[in-house]
């Protein structure tokens, strides 16, 4: 049994997140795909440093919210992370990244991952620079990665990180809530101590913990 995890992938019209999703899940670039009308769903499974394997599923944002500029609460409530793409030759798309993290922050869980995505690297005219990205990011203390769906580079590496992030969150917070009911009665809560946090398990407890968990 898998722990499952709900992502959204969301950014300006036309900076290539359909493209990203489509080539994680079918290794292959695809060219013009047409504008998302509806939210799509695609489905990945991912193992995780320590063997777990997790269930992603993977929400492309509708192109209406997109050009809109904006989400809906019901389309971000329940997702445990996202990724806010740009195109990294389209200024504007750069630019909104801040609106898109303020949406983010206001509609999706409390407890989420979020990365900021800088895609179509593979085109080099006008290019928003590696470091104007970093920077972006660490101002809005997310992590940041930089794509082509084109040639394939990092899309599998953005969503195996983001799957482990999210997977650590989960077990943080599951230890947190241990911790505290263990504490209630005393009426003290401790920290949760993270330090051995994503262990390498053996095969038999990575059964034991996609089973339970």
């Not at 493209?19 to 998302?36: A, M, N, R, W």
């Not at 991952?113 to 990011?137: P, Y």
């Not at 009426?187 to 994503?198: A, G, T, Y």
């Amino acid at each position: 049994m898998f722990n499952t995890f709900s992502v959204i992938v969301i950014g300006d019209s036309g900076v290539g997140k359909s493209s990203i999703v489509k080539y994680l899940i079918e290794g292959k670039f695809v060219k013009d795909i047409p504008t998302t009308l509806q939210p799509d769903l695609a489905c990945k499974d991912v193992e995780l440093r320590n063997k777990c394997k997790v269930r992603l599923q993977i929400f492309d944002a509708a192109g209406q919210e997109s050009n809109y500029g904006s989400l809906t609460r019901s389309s971000c409530m329940d997702k445990d992370g996202a990724l806010i793409v740009y195109n990294v030759t389209d200024r504007k798309s750069f630019d909104n990244i801040s609106k898109w993290v303020e949406d983010a922050e206001n509609y999706m869980p409390a407890e989420k991952t979020i990365f900021i995505v800088g895609n179509m690297i593979d085109k080099e005219v006008q290019r928003i620079s590696t470091l104007e990205g970093k920077n972006k990011a660490a101002n809005l203390h997310l992590k940041y990665f930089e794509t082509s769906a084109k040639e394939g580079t990092n899309i599998h590496d953005v969503f195996h990180s983001l799957a482990e992030d999210i997977y650590a969150m989960n077990r943080k917070r599951s230890g947190y809530l241990h911790n505290r009911q263990n504490d209630d009665q005393q009426h003290i809560l401790q920290p949760f101590d993270d330090s051995n946090e994503v262990k390498f398990k053996s095969d038999n407890e990575c059964c034991q913990c996609c089973q339970c968990c």
